[in-house]
């Protein structure tokens, strides 16, 4: 049961920004704050979320081919399309709380700023995947493209195909979604994430909570 009621409106929170930000980390943190308040909540991921977009992840990110921006882009496309179907849109109907590990801000960035793709085509990917729905709020992580790499290479795991490219293509992703939150900040909130995880924590529930109105008596900080 939705704590803030039965007839609430979902919400679509995005989490953007560059590899070792601390995304993962933070939407657990704020899924398990959420339902600790009775809040409906979903996590989920992209490229991903489905086992057809799971697929393609796969095939993306870890494959050997070559692809071109516009190729990555929509097939980006496709498994969005069928997240959405599958997933999001589902889950908003209910009233959850839907936290996405990146969205279309992601493509603008990896397969637009920095692939080169046509910002026009991949606007008009945008509007066939999503209709008229937008996140409700973007938070973008922000840290240097030096830490966040470091932070990624500590995990111990091979990076994908784009997390082990070049310092100077990291610090392009980042100068992209900083442009982005820029432009849009309406939708877009960016945290500094170079600070410890519980702070940076404490300021996106903080910042989720104002944003969305939500009642303290919820179990939420207080604003």
Same mark, same amino acid.
Not at 118 to 139: K, N, V, W, Y
């Given at each position: 049961?939705?704590?803030?009621?039965?007839?609430?409106?979902?919400?679509?929170?995005?989490?953007?920004?560059?590899?070792?930000?601390?995304?993962?980390?933070?939407?657990?943190?704020?899924?398990?704050?959420?339902?600790?308040?009775?809040?409906?909540?979903?996590?989920? /991921?992209?490229?991903?979320?489905?086992?057809?977009?799971?697929?393609? /992840?796969?095939?993306?990110?870890?494959?050997?081919?070559?692809?071109?921006?516009?190729?990555?882009?929509?097939?980006?496309?496709?498994?969005?399309?069928?997240?959405?179907?599958?997933?999001?849109?589902?889950?908003?109907?209910?009233?959850?709380?839907?936290?996405?590990?990146?969205?279309?801000?992601?493509?603008?960035?990896?397969?637009?700023?920095?692939?080169? *793709?046509?910002? /026009?085509?991949?606007?008009?990917?945008?509007?066939? *995947?999503?209709?008229?729905?937008?996140?409700?709020?973007?938070?973008?992580?922000?840290?240097?493209?030096?830490?966040?790499?470091?932070?990624?290479?500590?995990?111990?795991?091979?990076?994908?195909?784009?997390?082990?490219?070049?310092?100077?293509?990291?610090?392009?992703?980042?100068?992209?979604?900083?442009?982005?939150?820029?432009?849009?900040?309406?939708?877009?909130?960016?945290?500094?994430?170079?600070?410890? $995880?519980?702070?940076?924590?404490?300021?996106?529930?903080?910042? $989720?909570?104002?944003?969305?109105?939500?009642?303290?008596?919820?179990?939420?900080?207080?604003?």
């Amino acid at each position: 049961m939705n704590a803030l009621g039965p007839h609430a409106p979902g919400r679509l929170i995005t989490f953007e920004g560059g590899e070792g930000a601390g995304k993962s980390t933070q939407i657990r943190r704020l899924a398990e704050s959420l339902q600790q308040a009775g809040l409906h909540v979903v996590v989920t /991921r992209e490229p991903g979320g489905t086992p057809f977009a799971e697929r393609l /992840r796969e095939r993306i990110l870890q494959g050997s081919e070559n692809f071109s921006a516009l190729s990555e882009a929509l097939l980006f496309a496709a498994a969005r399309i069928d997240h959405v179907d599958r997933v999001i849109a589902p889950a908003l109907r209910q009233g959850a709380f839907v936290l996405c590990d990146r969205f279309f801000d992601s493509t603008r960035a990896y397969q637009g700023a920095m692939g080169g *793709a046509d910002m /026009r085509l991949l606007a008009l990917l945008e509007r066939i *995947a999503l209709g008229e729905r937008r996140p409700d709020l973007t938070l973008v992580l922000d840290l240097p493209s030096a830490e966040g790499l470091a932070r990624a290479g500590r995990r111990g795991a091979g990076g994908d195909r784009f997390e082990n490219r070049d310092l100077a293509y990291h610090e392009g992703l980042r100068r992209a979604f900083l442009d982005i939150a820029k432009h849009e900040p309406a939708r877009c909130r960016v945290i500094d994430s170079t600070r410890p $995880v519980t702070e940076v924590a404490q300021d996106i529930l903080r910042l $989720v909570t104002e944003h969305f109105h939500l009642p303290q008596a919820a179990g939420l900080p207080a604003r």
